[in-house]
């Protein structure tokens, strides 16, 4: 069964991948901040070992797991 329409102000999502964190944003039909939520890679996410969200392989390649940030999406 199909849900029934929704009721309440339009919400709109806005996401910020930077290197060190993911950021999220909601905001209303005015424009008005609902709500911010953030994600810090190094704090939030020790086991990816990264520094500034950078991990650094042998040979000083710096790279950044792609696996970290969709982890990130669901904390």
Known sequence: M??????GPALFLGLELATDQLHASIVDESLE??????????TELPEYQTQGGIFTTP?????????????????
Do not use: I, N, Q, S
């Open 2 to 7: 199909a849900p029934g329409p929704k009721t």
């Open 33 to 42: 901040l609902v709500g911010v939520e953030c994600v810090d890679f190094d």
């Open 59 to 75: 040979g000083d390649a710096y790279t950044t797991p792609v696996d970290m940030w969709v982890k990130a999406l669901g904390a």
